[in-house]
């Protein structure tokens, strides 16, 4: 059985204990492969690492639903629209 590649980021920038950080943890343990991104990045620059890292689920921790749209657009642009995106 192979692993899931999940990428995990939040958009906005955090200072408290990192959100994207605890999930991430709980992909992990899920059995889920990890690519962490951190905070503080705009929808194509995770949409950019996700296809990099060849994911097929992205987990936008405290996004709105128009960073959601956003981000499925900027994959879409990349032929990446059959990656999944929630938010975390």
């Known amino acids: ?9 939040a958009l906005a920038p955090t200072t408290d204990d990192d959100p994207a950080l605890q ?7 899920r ?8 905070s503080g990045l705009d929808p194509d620059a995770v949409a950019g690492s996700v296809v990099a890292e060849d994911a097929v689920h992205v987990v936008l921790v ?3 639903p128009a960073a959601l749209e956003r981000t499925r657009t900027a994959l879409a642009a990349l032929d990446a629209s059959d990656v ?4 975390g």
Do not use: I
Not at 1 to 9: E, G, L, P
């Open 84 to 87: 999944t995106v929630d938010a």
């Open 23 to 29: 999930v991430s943890r709980t992909h992990l343990q």
């Open 31 to 38: 059995g889920d492969e990890v690519v962490h991104l951190g």
């Open 1 to 9: 059985m192979s692993r899931r590649r999940v990428v995990v980021a």
């Open 62 to 64: 405290g996004a709105d």
